[in-house]
């Protein structure tokens, strides 16, 4: 069983920061893409950002140059420093991974979401 657990958000001022953690566990052999994903009410679900077990990223235009997805193998967790947030970043928050279970299995695996509330 792998399981994927979001940490991080909270209330911050337009302008602030927050860092928003997704830690994989279970019975894993590797974890390939991770990304991050949000949703806003009444909206569909957004990809934010992307990285490869390379360590390559992708972003959403939105939030290049603000936001920052990184990953630590060694601990099965993926990051998302996100900076200059604005009221437009409100959403729930998501992190997913393509999980490879030590059962050889792979499929895709969702964290339960945190909420980031951007507002003054």
């Known amino acids: 069983q792998v399981q994927l657990v979001e940490s991080g958000g909270g209330l911050v001022q337009p302008g602030g920061s927050l860092r928003l953690s997704c830690a994989a566990s279970?019975?894993?052999?590797?974890?390939?893409?991770m990304g991050w994903y949000r949703q806003s009410p009444g909206k569909t679900r957004e990809l934010v950002a992307t990285?490869?077990?390379?360590?390559?990223?992708t972003y959403v235009n939105s939030v290049k140059g603000r936001f920052t997805i990184f990953r630590d193998n060694a601990k099965n967790t993926v990051y998302l420093q996100m900076n200059s947030l604005k009221p437009e970043d409100t959403a729930v928050y998501y992190c997913?991974?393509?999980?490879?279970?030590?059962?050889?299995?792979?499929?895709?695996?969702w964290g339960q979401g945190t909420q980031v509330t951007v507002s003054s």
């Open positions: 279970g019975n894993i052999f590797t974890i390939y893409n």
């Open positions: 990285i490869t077990s390379g360590g390559s990223t």
């Open positions: 997913n991974g393509n999980v490879r279970a030590a059962t050889q299995q792979t499929r895709w695996y």
